[in-house]
């Protein structure tokens, strides 16, 4: 059973084959990229839900990344992990609109629980999208049909 997409982007062999390996193991379909750039050449809009990414790569950084990756795709999840924690950077990710920032060395459950709770926030939103998408429509059918039996009963009256 696939539980999501996960992309994972770290200069850090270790780190990368780390997670693949784990989310792999629990359901997951992950691919991993060395860097900014490989990420953006597998990065298809629609097809990750959740980017972990480091935030300091060489070429293109994860701040960089999460501009490009939300740019092509605002429903995409970015979770950033740093080995160099700073307040500055946390706020800076944060604003640019990663969903969680996670400081290295991090427990691997801990990893699972965020990556958990992000997907859990982007299926409840893409279902009160739907549902709002429902009620929207509901809005508009509602006069339609009034207005179309008050149509057939002038009609009918008439005959």
Not at 17 to 23: A, G, N, P, V
Not at 36 to 60: N, Y
Request: charged content about 30%; overall charge negative.
């Amino acid at each position: 059973m696939k539980t999501g997409r996960i992309l994972v982007v770290d200069d850090e062999e270790s780190t990368r084959t780390t997670l693949h390996d784990y989310f792999t193991g629990i359901g997951y379909d992950v691919e991993t990229a060395a860097d900014g750039e490989e990420a953006l050449g597998k990065f298809v809009p629609g097809t990750f839900d959740c980017v972990i990414s480091d935030l300091f790569m060489p070429e293109i950084d994860g701040i960089e990344l999460l501009k490009r990756l939300r740019a092509e795709d605002d429903d995409v999840l970015v979770l950033m992990i740093t080995g160099f924690p700073g307040l500055d950077s946390a706020v800076n990710a944060m604003k640019e609109g990663a969903y969680d920032y996670i400081v290295k060395p991090f427990h691997i459950d801990d990893m699972r629980l965020k990556v958990e709770r992000a997907l859990h926030v982007k299926k409840t939103e893409a279902s009160l999208k739907r549902v709002k998408g429902l009620f929207l429509s509901c809005i508009i059918l509602i006069p339609v049909l009034i207005s179309l039996g008050i149509i057939f009963g002038i009609f009918w009256k008439e005959r």
